[in-house]
């Protein structure tokens, strides 16, 4: 069964950092490009940052860029975004999701809460 | 970056069409996508490349472009079928833009 599962949110002060893991299963983790999508509390979707299959090339949103890192571990099957200087915007749920095909986004994740407040 | 504009709400009656919009310059050369998301789930696809229908997907919902405009039309709209749509497009390379999200209502 295909799964990515999202962790490491929580509470940050604002100016702070956190990193967000996104673990795959159940595919070829190092054949997809993935992506970070975030929804802030009653809003709608922002694409973040989106990663090549082998992590050379990376793309991110004007409102994260010089903030926010995405990157992959292939051997660890894993998907991750540093997040730095965090602002009380920042505060969404952040999904990771990828395409195997159909040029959307197939497949998400649960989600993981990250809030940005002192 | 460029917008997706969409109306912020679509109300339908059981068994009627729902049409959602979504316009946007670059739509004339990019694919459009369609989720839709219920409360507390993440997004669904539901339309891919203008008008593909994933498997699974009921065969009421339908897409079509034109232009620099993208319609999400729902036939025979159910209960189960009130959510949120968000429409889609590539803005340059692999960076993405969505539209606001549409709230359908099913009256």
């Known amino acids: 069964e295909v799964q990515l599962v999202e962790s490491g949110g929580g509470l940050v002060q604002p100016g702070g950092s956190l990193r967000l893991s996104c673990a795959a299963s159940g595919f070829t983790f190092s054949s997809y490009a993935m992506s970070w999508v975030r929804q802030a509390p009653g809003k709608g979707l922002e694409w973040v940052s989106s990663i090549n299959y082998s992590g050379g090339t990376t793309y991110h949103a004007d409102s994260v860029k010089g903030r926010f890192t995405i990157s992959r571990d292939n051997s660890k099957n894993t998907l991750y975004l540093q997040m730095n200087s965090l602002r009380a915007e920042d505060t969404a749920i952040y999904y990771c999701?990828?395409?195997?095909?159909?040029?959307?986004?197939?497949?998400w994740g649960q989600g993981t809460m990250v809030t940005v407040s002192s | 970056s460029y917008e997706l504009t969409q109306p912020p709400s679509v109300s339908v009656s059981p068994g009627q069409t729902a049409r959602i919009t979504c316009s946007g310059d670059?739509?004339?050369?990019?694919?459009t996508y369609w989720y839709q998301q219920k409360p507390g789930q993440a997004p669904m696809v539901v339309i891919y490349k203008d008008i593909e229908r994933p498997s699974g997907i009921p065969e009421r919902f339908s897409g079509s472009s034109s232009g620099t405009s993208a319609t999400l039309t729902i036939n025979g709209v159910q209960a189960e079928d009130e959510a949120d749509y968000y429409c889609?497009?590539?803005?340059?390379?692999?960076?993405?833009?969505f539209g606001g999200g549409t709230k359908l209502t099913v009256l």
């Open positions: 670059a739509l004339s050369k990019q694919y």
């Open positions: 999701s990828y395409s195997y095909g159909s040029g959307a986004f197939d497949i």
């Open positions: 889609q497009s590539a803005d340059s390379g692999a960076t993405w833009v």
